[in-house]
């Protein structure tokens, strides 16, 4: 059973960085495309960061870019972002969550099959 843990998320003034990290267990994870989700109070689910897991490829939503950095850690089966230069607009609760089917550059949530309980990233200003 493919189990996703989020973890690193809290409060941080504006300007400020964080680092969240995601353990992924339950299968073998090579073939998968992960990525980070977040979701504000009212609004959608929005795409943050992906990663293709075997091979590190990663892209990004704008909102992101050059701000923001996905990693994972194949020894510790644990996927990071890195989060510099946030902003109020970046609170959220952030989700990281899986796709099975490996795709390269998915951005939307209806392709990910399992998904983390979230943690919350609060930026104040």
């Known amino acids: 059973q493919v189990q996703l843990v989020e973890s690193g998320g809290g409060l941080v003034q504006a300007g400020g960085s964080l680092r969240l990290s995601c353990a992924a267990s339950?299968?073998?994870?090579?073939?998968?495309?992960m990525g980070w989700f977040r979701q504000a109070p009212g609004k959608e689910r929005e795409f943050v960061a992906g990663i293709r897991w075997s091979v590190g490829l990663t892209w990004y939503a704008d909102s992101g870019k050059g701000r923001f950095t996905i990693s994972r850690d194949n020894a510790k089966n644990t996927m990071y972002l890195q989060m510099n230069s946030l902003n109020p607009e970046d609170t959220a609760v952030y989700y990281c969550a899986a796709d099975s089917a490996g795709t390269i550059g998915v951005v939307t949530p209806r392709n990910y099959d399992y998904w983390g309980q979230g943690t919350q990233v609060t930026v104040s200003p």
């Open positions: 339950g299968r073998t994870f090579s073939n998968y495309a």
